[in-house]
């Protein structure tokens, strides 16, 4: 293995799109920022040096951390955030890992503009478990704010509304075709006839569940969230923020230009539907005048959505078989997730959502919970988050009749190498809606889902725990359940989040807190000299 040296340099940087200019927070210039390569069981070094005029911290999403907590990156979780003027070095190694990851800002709304692909190549001489491809693409979706994303939520705390949905869809930045500007601004993907592409795509949006598709190609997907999967063949991806798929592209229709979209998911909004981010595949020597193909582009409605969303749910099993998933459980845990209503004497609207588990809102400390954890320092956290919820739920849309949640920063806590399933049910204090949920820290295997209220009686009888795939964030459905397990072994403080970063603000977010085995090497090591302070 080998050491990779990275700097990363935050700095405001102006970008035209949708007809504007204006100032972003990017790193190194870049929207997207730059893709980290390594290969598995490097130690990667990230020199982040902050020159803007807010905080920042950055989180490499997916990767394990394994003891290394203090490189995660969550803003005052494992970290105080990095002030403006300083620099942390992030080092970390990427134990057992290959595929496709992302990194992404971990403070506020910074991660709308701060992110970037990570690309883990297997070991030198280990080959794919899937044909070679002869090329790879990254291709990194997002989301693009005509204001200043910071400006957008700020504004929605303080009216207690729900912030602006963005204003356009984009692909490696672009967001399409713009009539009528002097900047065009579509992805265009060249390729040669008669080969095999390896696409990396990335989820890096703030609030959308994207569809992706490129018109007369179909694409098998081999790996997800950096974890291989049985090939699996489907003409449209189905990513949460902070998913990755990559997949395989054969181009075999000779020449062409065909339409690549990507198109959110929102259960209960369909005006929004509709809106679908442009860009092309053009196959080389095609002339500039030969017209577009869509011929395979499906109709673009809900209904069309929830079949694809359904069906990328069932779809993926693990590569590996039979699978690593545990089969002893030491914690069952039920969380409900949703979105609720609290007074607010301060909101302009006099009300203001909050979003919780368990009927906790979760309110950020002061200082990160993994240093309050690690030096013994109390007044921090409790550690008393419920393993069930606290009032009842029902997602047939029978509200509780109180929509209010309790407030705290709790976490829940779990000994080294306990055993967690964990099941997760969309309720419906508000809206049913779907929600893709990232745990920090470790990969979970994904091993059953459902519709309507979990049934602790039949349900787990249907879970597969031979070859469920293997993921760091998974769309719980709407008005439905997802139950994931996991072997608690990596000591430290992981969050736990709705990845919907509107939803992550309204504090539909917890922690889990490993206890430090007994065995030399299942302890938190010692937090770096230049770990930065509140
Ligand atoms: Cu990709 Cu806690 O985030």
């Known amino acids: 293995s080998e050491i990779r040296h990275y700097s990363f340099t935050v700095v405001l940087k102006n970008t035209t799109r949708l007809c504007a200019t204006k100032p972003i ?16 069981d490097d130690n990667v070094l990230v020199n982040v040096t ?42 970390f190694t990427l134990t057992g890992q290959r595929g496709t990851l992302l990194w992404h800002a971990h403070i506020s709304w910074l991660r709308s503009t701060m992110h970037g692909a990570i690309v883990i190549l297997p070991k030198k001489g280990v080959p794919y478990p899937f044909p070679k491809p002869d090329k790879q693409k990254v291709i990194v979706l997002g989301e693009w704010w005509k204001s200043d994303a910071e400006a ?30 002097s900047y065009g601004g579509a992805y265009n993907l060249h390729v040669e006839n008669g080969k095999t592409y390896l696409l990396r795509v990335i989820n890096a949006a703030l609030n959308d569940e994207l569809f992706f598709k490129i018109a007369g190609h179909d694409l098998t997907v081999v790996e997800v ?27 075999d229709r000779g020449i062409g230009k065909y339409v690549i979209a990507i198109s959110p998911f929102m259960d209960t909004v369909v005006s929004v539907d509709t809106f679908t981010g442009t860009g092309y595949l053009i196959y080389n020597n095609t002339l500039p005048s030969i017209p577009t193909t869509m011929t395979t582009m499906p109709p673009v409605n809900a209904t069309w959505k929830t079949l694809v969303f359904a069906e990328s749910l069932r779809s993926l099993n693990s590569k590996q078989y039979p699978a690593n998933v545990p089969l ?40 990160a919970i993994l240093e309050a954890h690690y030096y013994g320092i109390k007044g921090v956290f409790t550690d008393d988050f419920p393993g069930k919820p606290l009032m009842p739920y029902d997602y047939t849309g029978v509200q509780p009749t109180n929509l209010q949640t309790m407030h705290g920063t709790r976490v829940y806590r779990l000994a080294y190498n306990s055993t967690v399933e964990l099941v997760i049910q969309g309720n419906s204090m508000l809206a049913p809606e779907s929600h893709p949920t990232h745990l920090h820290g470790f990969n979970f ?90």
């Open 445 to 534: 295997f994904a091993v059953g889902r459902g519709l309507g209220n979990f049934n602790p009686a039949k349900d787990p009888k249907k879970y597969n725990l031979v070859d469920p795939v293997e993921r760091n964030t998974i769309s719980v459905p709407t008005a439905g359940w997802t139950a994931i397990r996991f072997r608690a072994d990596n000591p430290g403080v992981w969050f736990f989040h709705c990845h919907l970063e509107v939803h992550t603000t309204w504090g539909l977010k917890m922690a889990f807190l490993v206890e430090n085995g007994k065995g030399p090497d299942e302890s938190v090591v010692p937090p770096p000299r230049d770990l930065p302070q509140c």
């Open 328 to 367: 002893t459980v030491d914690h069952s845990l039920l969380f409900t997730i949703g979105v609720g209503i609290d007074p607010c004497a301060t909101c302009s609207n006099g009300s203001r959502a909050v979003a919780a588990i368990n009927n906790i809102t979760f309110d950020m400390p002061t200082i």
């Open 152 to 181: 957008v939520i700020n504004e929605a705390l303080q009216t207690g509304l729900a912030p602006n949905v963005s204003d356009a869809h984009t692909i490696n930045g672009h967001t399409g075709p713009v009539p009528n500007c």
């Open 225 to 251: 969230d950096a974890a291989y999967t049985k090939p699996f063949k489907t003409d449209t991806l189905f990513l949460g923020p902070g998913q990755t798929t990559t997949a395989l592209l054969t181009t």
């Open 50 to 91: 902050n020159l803007i005029k807010d905080n920042v911290t950055i989180h490499w999403h997916g990767v394990k951390q394994l003891r290394t907590g203090w490189s995660d990156g969550p803003a005052y979780i494992t970290q105080c955030p990095i002030q403006p003027g300083r620099s942390y070095l992030y080092n």
């Open 25 to 40: 927070v990017t790193v190194n210039g870049k929207f997207p920022g730059p893709t980290l390569y390594a290969r598995e």
